[in-house]
């Protein structure tokens, strides 16, 4: 498999792996399973696993099979627009309104998936 890497503010990440699981509730929540550069982390390990995906209770219903409210916002913006950017998240062209957001309703690209574990 090819090593998809993305720049974070001019660090080099290497994404390892997607997951998928489930928040409390039972919806819908994504993983991604990334690795930066040593000298970012010590003496912390380099390899993090964090959620790309945002539970908003009220609006699950709206989800199709498949989808999830993807995070795109804050410290999450540089990851979110990689994996738009590298064909790894698919938007559905429909985003929900949370707090003073919108939240973009998205899927795993067949790309992706291939990286699920």
């Known amino acids: 498999m090819e090593t998809i890497t993305y720049d974070f503010m001019g660090i080099p990440v290497v994404i390892l792996s997607f997951r998928e699981t489930e928040y409390n509730d039972g919806n819908k929540a994504i993983l991604i399973t990334q690795e930066w550069p040593p000298e970012n982390f010590e003496p912390d390990p380099n390899i993090e696993e964090m959620a790309v995906s945002v539970n908003i209770v009220e609006a ?3 989800l199709e099979e498949g989808q999830f409210f993807l995070k795109d916002w804050s410290e999450a ?3 979110a ?3 738009m950017d590298l064909e790894l998240i698919e938007y559905s062209g429909v985003s929900i309104p ?3 957001v919108m939240a973009p309703i998205c899927r795993l690209s067949d790309k992706a998936k291939a990286m699920l574990k």
Do not use: D, N
């Open 60 to 62: 699950a219903h709206v």
């Open 77 to 79: 913006e540089p990851l």
């Open 81 to 83: 627009k990689a994996l």
């Open 98 to 100: 949370t707090g003073y």
